[in-house]
């Protein structure tokens, strides 16, 4: 059996790569079908559990750290809130990791990217659909994205619009902020705080 301490990731020599260049995927091979549904069953395991300890985290109060002149200052000189490439988005994510404001853990969940060119699972049966509040001052009422690209660069008016969005819980139908929006409103109130 595969679990998470021991094997949660999948291997290119398990799959035959289908597709093109415009679309590519894989699909696994008959050799490695079990060790396959096995590290999909142990990879959902792991991020059940990575979810609820940032749910724990979140609720909990997070990292409440406050930034000093020095560090706004840093920031400030090295990123332009309006204007950030994927790399640099990446760069100041790690920084606020350093800085305390964020936690490593905190990463999957604030579009940080997928290190390397690890594979990931789809699984096209569990098709989930969620209702969602944004706030009133997003152009984008109508079409939700997390998309970095849809906003040109401009991490402080993307990480505003996903700060704001809400999602309705399932158990209690309550709406409210989802941890990774809690994530986003940090981020959000660092950039506000450098951009002079």
């Not at 760069?91 to 690890?118: H, M, Q, R, T």
Request: net charge negative.
């Amino acid at each position: 059996m595969v679990t998470s301490a021991n094997a949660p990731r999948f291997q290119t020599e398990w799959f035959n790569h289908v597709g093109n260049a415009a679309l590519p995927y894989a699909v696994p091979k008959t050799e490695y079908q079990d060790l396959f549904r096995q590290t999909v069953e142990a990879v959902q395991n792991q991020a059940k559990q990575n979810y609820a300890d940032l749910t724990q985290r979140v609720q909990a109060g997070g990292t409440r750290v406050k930034l000093t002149e020095e560090q706004k200052e840093y920031l400030s000189e090295h990123f332009d809130p309006r204007n950030m490439s994927r790399a640099d988005y990446q760069k100041f994510i790690d920084k606020l990791c350093e800085y305390g404001v964020l936690d490593e853990a905190d990463k999957p969940y604030i579009n940080y990217g997928l290190a390397g060119s690890e594979l990931e699972a789809i699984p096209l049966s569990a098709i989930n659909c969620e209702a969602y509040i944004m706030t009133a001052d997003s152009d984008n009422l109508l079409c939700y994205t997390n998309s970095f690209s849809m906003f040109k660069s401009n991490v402080l008016e993307w990480s505003g619009y996903l700060s704001g969005i809400r999602a309705l819980e399932q158990n209690t139908g309550i709406w409210q902020k989802k941890p990774e929006a809690v994530l986003f409103g940090k981020i959000h109130n660092v950039l506000e705080a450098i951009s002079g």
